[in-house]
C-alpha cells in the first residue's frame, strides 16, 4: 500500500439495519460508523456485536423504532401508538434499549411535534424526522434535531395527495412564486439525493435490479414506491426533479445549512457501503466542496493524529484525486479498513461479498 492515503473512515448517518443485512459490504467501503435511524435492533432482533478480528461489523449507533400515524403500523418498524399519552413511555422504551435518536415519519400528527421533540429531549434522544409535504416548517419550530430527506421539502398544497410522484411533480414543476421552505442556518439536513438517483435507474429498468441477492430485489420490488412500473410519465417527472434539487441543496448549504450525510440504506437500488459513497458523488456533482462532503462523512477523531483506536481507512491516491478534483469515478471498495486494532482487507469478490480481515 505504498501509493496509498491514509484517512479517516465513514460514518453513514441514515441506516435501517435489517435482517440478513450485509455488514461486511459496509466495511469494505470503509464505513465504520452507522446510525440507525429505525429498525428492530435491540427490539426483537439482537444488536449485532463483534467478537473478533473475524467479524467485519461497523459500530451502530442504536436508534429506537419509527412514531408514524397512530393506529395499527403501516410499517414494520413502526412503533404501535393509538393516543399520545402512550409516547413517553414507548421513548422509554427506546432509552432502555439503548437508542440515541427516534424518528418521527412523514405521518405523524404535526401538532404533537413540539410535545415528542420536549419529551425525547428530556431524556437525552435527538429527534430526526422525515416530513410530509409542508411540514418541514413546523418540526424547525418544534425543534426537530435533523430533517431527512431533499426531496420532501414541498410545499404542503392542499394536502390530498402525497407519494414519491406527488413530490416529483412537485419539483419538477416547480413555482418559483410558491413558499418552499426557507431553513435557516444551522439546520441539518440529511439529503439522500442517492434514493432519487437509484429509484430513477431501476424504474427505467422495470425493477430488475440487476446483480442484486434475489431475496433482496424481491424484498425492494414489495415497497410501495415500487410496487407497479412506473409510467414514462412519471419516469420524465423524477428526472426533471434531480437537477431542480441539486440546485436547492447547493443554495442551502451556501445559507449555512449542515449537510448530514447518509444514504437511507435499503431503499430501493441503495447497497450498504456502495450507496453511502455514491451519495458523496452525488453531492459533489451538486456543486458541494469536495473536502466539505468529506468532512460531513468521515468519523471525525478527537484530535489528530488520530490514535491507535480510532478507524481508518486506505484509498488508492488516483481515487482521492479525482474526488478532490469534483470529478469522482466508479464507486469501488477501498483498499482496507482499520477498526477495533484489526485491518480489514476487501476480497475483491464483489461489493456485496464478505470482507476478509487481517489482524495487526
Known sequence: MDDAVVAPALRDAHVHPYSGMDFAALIAFGVARVRDLGSRLGAGEPLPR????????????????????????????????????????????????????????????????????????????????????????????????????????????D???????????????RDPDA????????????????????LIEHA?????????PGNLAAFWRRM????RPWSEQEIAWARAAEPRMHETLL????????????????????????????EMCLLVRAGIDPALVFWSTCVRPPAWPAS????LMFLSLPSVRSFLAGEPGPVAPVLATLLRGCVFVPNGAGVSESVSQEAR
Open 251 to 278: 443554495r442551502l448549504a451556501d445559507s449555512g445549512v449542515t449537510l448530514v450525510v447518509g444514504s437511507d440504506t435499503p431503499n430501493p437500488g441503495v447497497l450498504p457501503g456502495q450507496g453511502l459513497w455514491e
Open 224 to 227: 410501495p414506491t415500487t410496487a
Open 159 to 173: 394536502g390530498s395527495k402525497r407519494g414519491t410522484h406527488v413530490l416529483n411533480h412537485r419539483w419538477a414543476h
Open 50 to 157: 463483534p467478537a473478533d478480528c473475524a467479524d467485519p461489523l461497523p459500530e451502530i449507533e442504536l436508534g429506537g423504532p419509527f412514531f408514524d400515524r397512530p393506529g395499527p403500523p403501516r410499517l414494520s418498524l413502526a412503533a404501535r401508538w393509538d393516543s399520545a399519552e402512550e409516547l413517553p413511555g414507548l421513548l422509554d422504551d427506546a432509552v432502555t434499549r439503548g437508542a440515541r435518536w427516534i424518528k418521527l415519519y412523514a405521518a405523524f400528527p404535526q401538532e404533537l411535534f413540539g410535545f415528542m421533540v420536549r419529551e425525547a429531549h428530556r431524556r437525552g434522544l435527538r429527534v430526526a424526522l422525515h416530513p410530509a409535504p409542508g411540514g418541514a416548517e413546523a418540526a424547525i419550530r418544534a425543534g426537530v434535531d435533523e430533517l431527512e430527506h431533499l426531496a420532501c421539502l414541498v410545499p404542503d398544497g
Open 179 to 198: 413558499r418552499w421552505p426557507n431553513l435557516p442556518p444551522g439546520t441539518r439536513l440529511c439529503p439522500t439525493l442517492v434514493v432519487q438517483r437509484k
Open 204 to 212: 427505467a429498468s422495470a425493477w430488475a435490479f440487476p446483480g442484486v
Open 308 to 311: 491507535g483506536d480510532d478507524p
